[in-house]
């Protein structure tokens, strides 16, 4: 199952529709959710975003998350980190204060 999912370098895993989907009614709709590993084909974005969520992607490469707090606002991250950097990702959002949605 994981290899017809699987669609980039790192272990990259990205997450089907479905199981955003099943995220959107424990979601608040008033919040800004932070997209911040979306390398332009984020599903997560897509589908959130289709559903009326306002949704802030932004890619490593042009604000590294483990490194920096965006000055953007943001009330909470969506997302599926890399498998490689999981543990670092959940340390990351703890110290911010950030709630997270992890896929």
Do not use: H
């Not at 890399?82 to 950030?98: A, L, M, Q, T, Y």
């Amino acid at each position: 199952m994981f290899n017809r999912m699987r669609n980039g370098a790192n272990g990259d895993v990205y997450t089907p529709d479905y199981a955003v989907l099943a995220l959107v009614p424990f979601l608040d709709p008033s919040l800004t959710y932070w997209e911040c590993c979306d390398n332009g084909s984020s599903r997560i974005a897509s589908v959130l975003r289709a559903k009326g969520f306002k949704v802030v992607t932004t890619t490593k490469d042009q604000l590294d998350f483990l490194k920096c707090v965006p000055s953007f606002q943001f009330d909470c991250v969506i997302t599926s980190p890399p498998c490689s950097n999981k543990d670092e990702f959940i340390r990351w959002c703890v110290e911010i204060g950030k709630p997270a949605y992890l896929s």
